[in-house]
């Protein structure tokens, strides 16, 4: 799917190559901006806590 999507980009292969790092990186913009922040509440590991539920954590004493 790749080879082929390579194959049809206009120009040289130079030019390809650089079509390629732009679309890429606009991808990776697009990712990071809108879409693992508009999953990320529906991940379950996204609480935060560590160690067993209802434990509160223990206070240091001068």
């Not at 799917?1 to 030019?15: Q, S, V």
């Amino acid at each position: 799917m790749y080879a082929w999507m390579f194959r049809h980009l206009p120009g040289p292969l130079w030019a390809r190559i650089g079509i390629t790092v732009v679309l890429l990186a606009a991808l990776i913009v697009v990712l990071f901006a809108w879409v693992f922040p508009a999953v990320a509440p529906y991940m379950p590991f996204n609480d935060g806590l560590v160690g067993a539920a209802g434990h509160a954590p223990p206070t240091a004493t001068p």
